[in-house]
């Protein structure tokens, strides 16, 4: 079985970002060029799952991961949903609706694609928003799959070190798109990434995975000197040529020449950070009355929808990290190669 320590030759994952950025020509490409591609699959069905892995093996004969939200069905109020529609009407009055459509899924069944990721059989899994139950985790490691948990604070990372993951990743204030908090209020979890490296590194044997804010190759470095043994890089491969990212949300991010992102929970009722806009703006007074995850996001699924379609960057989730401004047109086996000679270098 493999190990995290010898899973490829540079230690770069590329972080999984759900709704549709890591194709599988994104994920082989990192992959064949000495990192470890993520395959983002909360959104996916079952089916979808297997079918992607299949492509991505079809580009490469390197390992991979598979990144899954860890979550439950909800149990709508539909009085509480109509009242969370109502929030939503001024955003549905600029696009021309008269209301705003009622969904008719609010997500896929955990169980299911997780039967679909072990089927699938990466070398690696990791998982957010939650713990994996020890059966389950028996199931990957029984496959031969390793298992990444995402912790936000110490507290997390000591849980899943304790249930048997293969590394933690810690994921900083820093970090683009949604916090992987579990225990506690998920504002309340706000360690930048050195800090939170260092709470956790005298507490959790398992390899460290640092996430938040990297962009270049002094940067894993400085993240592998502070106790990390990978980093994990979500915005840096979101403007490479691989990705499947809507064009005006690509460009939006080249041309960033600071930090123009904040936190939200407005788009998807769980924090996340990502570029200011429009959007966001307009919900802010009421982004803590949104209802939470899964219903939040499945809400204004038609309203994101519409302004691709429409390439509105207004109305967008457009997630991105700190390091926004230090974004790189390149293709994905350019920018590895530039990260790993500046590792060198620096």
């Known amino acids: 079985m493999l190990s995290m320590q010898t899973l490829c030759p540079h230690p770069i994952i590329q972080a999984p970002m759900a709704g549709g950025a890591t194709t599988p020509e994104l994920v082989a490409a990192v992959s064949n060029a000495g990192g470890l591609g993520s395959l983002a699959a909360p959104l996916l069905t079952p089916l979808a799952i297997i079918e992607q892995a299949e492509h991505i093996r079809r580009l490469t004969d390197k390992p991979f991961a598979i990144n899954l939200f860890v979550q439950t069905r909800p149990q709508v109020d539909f009085a509480a949903l109509e009242a969370a529609k109502l929030l939503l009407q001024p955003v549905c009055q600029e696009l021309g609706w008269d209301s705003l459509p009622t969904p008719t899924r609010w997500c896929e069944d955990f169980e299911a694609q997780l039967d679909a990721l072990i089927t699938a059989r990466p070398a690696v899994a990791s998982f957010t928003f939650d713990v994996l139950h020890g059966s389950q985790l028996q199931r990957l490691h029984d496959a031969g799959i390793l298992v990444v948990g995402t912790a936000t604070n110490l507290q997390e990372a000591i849980v899943w070190q304790a249930m048997g993951a293969d590394a933690v990743c810690l994921q900083g204030v820093e970090a683009g798109g949604h916090r992987g908090t579990f225990i506690g209020a998920q504002k309340d979890s706000t360690l930048g990434l050195f800090a939170l490296l260092e709470a956790c ?82 919900m802010a007074v009421v982004a803590d009355k949104v209802p939470a995850y899964p219903i939040q996001n499945a809400l204004t699924g038609a309203i994101r929808a519409a302004a691709a379609k429409a390439g509105n960057t207004g109305l967008m989730s457009m997630w991105a990290g700190q390091g926004v401004a230090a974004a790189r047109d390149l293709t994905v086996s350019e920018l590895m190669a530039a990260l790993v000679a500046e590792m060198q270098d620096s």
């Open 201 to 282: 590194k005298a507490h959790i044997e398992v390899p460290l995975i640092a996430a938040g804010g990297i962009m270049d190759g002094k940067q894993i470095k400085q993240a592998l000197q502070a106790g990390a043994q990978w980093v994990q890089m979500g915005t840096a491969f979101l403007t490479t040529k691989e990705s499947a990212i809507h064009p005006a949300y690509k460009q939006r991010l080249l041309e960033s020449s600071s930090d123009t992102t904040r936190q939200t929970r407005a788009f998807s009722g769980r924090i996340a950070r990502g570029l200011d806009n429009h959007y966001m703006q307009t």
